[in-house]
T-cell receptor
Framework: DAGITQSPRYKITETGRQVTLMCHQT?????MFWYRQDLGHGLRLIYY???????DKGEVPDGYVVSRSKTENFPLTLESATRSQTSVYFC??????????????FGPGTRLTVL | AQSVTQPDIHITVSEGASLELRCNYS??????LFWYVQSPGQGLQLLLK??????LVQGIKGFEAEFKRSQSSFNLRKPSVHWSDAAEYFC??????????FGAGTTVTVRA
C-alpha cells in the first residue's frame, strides 16, 4: 500500500550509541520532514528536505544528521544518542505544488528511549 | 520569530456538545495557519488550513476555524462532538509549510 512508513516503531538504546531512524514514502513527494514530539512542546522540526540531496535545518537540529540520496527515503541519524533525545519521532512528507501547502502527511512515529 | 500558544492543555466535553479550541499565534507577516489532529498512537492529520480569503475555513470531520487578525487567533470549532473526536489537536503557523511551528497541543476528552 502507498503511504509513509517509519522503522523501527520502537527503539531502546544506550547513551553514546549511534541510532538511525528510517522513513520511506511511496508518493514521490518532494518535501520530507523530521519532527520530534515531547510533552508540553508539541512538534518541533529537526530537519527538512525539499528534494533529493537538498536538506536544511529546522528548529532543533543539534545532535542529528540527515541525508536524502533518494526521493523516497529520508533517514535520521543520532550520532551519539543522549537521554535528552528520548522522544517520539515523526516523519512527514508533502507534495510540491503551492496548492498542497500545509498538508503534510505523517508517518506513525518511532518511539525512541535512550537509557 | 513565529510561535503558537494553545492556552488549554486539556478539555473535556460531553458527546453532542459544542467544542471550541483556542489558538493564538505570533507572526510578523500574513500567516499560514493550520489545525492538525492526532489520534492515540497515530501520526498527525490535517483538519484545515488558512492562507488567505474568507476568514471562516471549513475542514474535514465537520470542523471549522475562524481567522481573526486583530486578535491573532485561529480558533477551531465543532458544533456537535462525537466520541471519535477524542484526540489531541495541534495548531500550527508558518510562512508556507516547510517551517511550521506547532503549539503544545490540546487534548480533548469526550464523555458519554
Amino acid at each position: 500500500d502507498a503511504g509513509i512508513t517509519q522503522s523501527p516503531r520502537y527503539k531502546i538504546t544506550e547513551t553514546g550509541r549511534q541510532v538511525t531512524l528510517m522513513c520511506h514514502q511511496t508518493w514521490s513527494h518532494s518535501y520530507m520532514f523530521w519532527y520530534r514530539q515531547d510533552l508540553g512542546h508539541g512538534l518541533r522540526l529537526i530537519y527538512y528536505s525539499a528534494a533529493a540531496d537538498i536538506t536544511d535545518k529546522g528548529e532543533v537540529p543539534d545532535g542529528y544528521v540527515v541525508s536524502r540520496s533518494k526521493t523516497e527515503n529520508f533517514p535520521l541519524t543520532l550520532e551519539s544518542a543522549t537521554r535528552s533525545q528520548t522522544s517520539v519521532y515523526f516523519c512527514a512528507s508533502r507534495r510540491s505544488p503551492e496548492s498542497a501547502k500545509g498538508e503534510q502527511f505523517f508517518g506513525p512515529g518511532t518511539r525512541l528511549t535512550v537509557l | 520569530a513565529q510561535s503558537v500558544t494553545q492556552p488549554d492543555i486539556h478539555i473535556t466535553v460531553s458527546e453532542g456538545a459544542s467544542l471550541e479550541l483556542r489558538c493564538n499565534y505570533s507572526y510578523g507577516a500574513t500567516p499560514y495557519l493550520f489545525w492538525y489532529v492526532q489520534s492515540p498512537g497515530q501520526g498527525l492529520q490535517l483538519l484545515l488550513k488558512y492562507f488567505s480569503g474568507d476568514t471562516l475555513v471549513q475542514g474535514i470531520k465537520g470542523f471549522e476555524a475562524e481567522f481573526k487578525r486583530s486578535q491573532s487567533s485561529f480558533n477551531l470549532r465543532k458544533p456537535s462532538v462525537h466520541w471519535s473526536d477524542a484526540a489531541e489537536y495541534f495548531c500550527a503557523v508558518g510562512p508556507g509549510d516547510y517551517k511550521l511551528s506547532f503549539g503544545a497541543g490540546t487534548t480533548v476528552t469526550v464523555r458519554a
